[in-house]
């Protein structure tokens, strides 16, 4: 089974995004410049999956951002087509964590870049997430989408290591215990 792996950052408050799902608090001049090691997590990832807010969100960028194949859970969506840039990039389904992630390994997929809110709960609660990197933005929001909700039960990390960039943005690693 391949493993889940979190790469995600929240407002100094903890959310994810605005409401509206927007990330505009999210593109700072004041860390634009920073490597915050994004590209060398993407490099070990196979494969992306994520909910359709996100989906929504990743939308409204100027392009495209991801060279990895994409698939989006939603049932909203699934069953729909995939608008035709991104043919070949993206697929749209209804699936559990568990059959997204076996979906995955008979594609080829060893390691998935796991995004969005609701879809890091449901991996999270499923046991398949096997470490996040989260960076702390230092705004304030005030309201929006939290990165965590209701886990049934107790999900236990160690702390690997934290690094705080010159801009503010604190960034932990952690990885499950277990």
Avoid at 38 to 66: C, H
């Amino acid at each position: 089974m391949p493993t889940g792996h979190v790469f995600i950052a929240t407002s100094l408050d903890g959310f994810i995004s605005r409401p509206d799902g927007s990330l505009d608090w999210l593109i700072s001049p004041d860390h634009a410049g920073e490597d915050h090691g994004y590209d060398a997590f993407m490099r070990d990832i196979d494969a992306i999956v994520m909910g359709r807010g996100t989906y929504e969100a990743v939308l409204a960028f100027d392009s495209w951002p991801y060279s990895k194949p994409v698939l989006v859970l939603s049932k909203r969506l699934a069953g729909t087509a995939v608008p035709p840039a991104l043919h070949g990039k993206v697929n749209f389904a209804d699936m559990t964590p568990q059959a997204a992630m076996e979906h995955l390994r008979q594609q080829g997929a060893s390691r998935v870049y796991v995004d969005g809110g609701p879809i890091v709960q449901a991996f999270l609660r499923d046991g398949l997430i096997a470490d996040m990197v989260v960076s702390r933005i230092p705004v304030l929001i005030g309201e929006g989408r939290c990165l965590f909700g209701p886990t049934g039960r107790d999900i236990a990390f160690s702390h690997a290591k934290t690094t705080a960039f010159p801009s503010g943005l604190v960034q932990s690693f952690y990885r499950l215990k277990g």
